[in-house]
């Protein structure tokens, strides 16, 4: 099993950037896939961004796509995202996912969740 912890949500001006984090724990805490995930007020949860414990596989959602880097810190167990170029439907929850240990890419199946922190883009 896995625990996530999310941070450094905030509010930023449209064209801002923010950097977020989760920081995973757990015995095979190293062995997952990881993802980011958002919700906007009113709509359904959707896949962000995800990446690979093993090679450097990532992949992106098209709208994200040149303005969002994933990479994580294996040492740390940590997921980041870096948002570059933030937009005002960037705004949501933003959530960090683990699939089950051992998994690989491609994946949508993703079992562990952390809270959520909120990211709001002003314009």
């Known amino acids: 099993q896995v625990q996530l912890v999310e941070s450094g949500g905030g509010l930023v001006q449209a064209g801002g950037s923010l950097r977020l984090s989760c920081a995973a724990s757990?015995?095979?805490?190293?062995?997952?896939?990881m993802a980011w995930f958002r919700q906007a007020p009113g709509k359904e949860r959707e896949f962000v961004a995800a990446?690979?414990?093993?090679?450097?596989?990532?992949s992106y959602t098209d709208s994200v796509k040149g303005r969002f880097t994933i990479s994580r810190d294996n040492a740390k167990n940590t997921l980041f995202l870096q948002m570059n170029s933030l937009k005002p439907e960037d705004t949501g929850v933003y959530y960090c996912a683990a699939s089950g240990a051992f998994a690989t890419m491609p994946t949508r199946k993703f079992d562990y969740w952390g809270q959520g922190t909120q990211v709001t883009v002003s314009s």
């Open positions: 757990g015995r095979t805490a190293s062995k997952h896939v």
């Open positions: 990446n690979s414990w093993i090679g450097s596989s990532t």
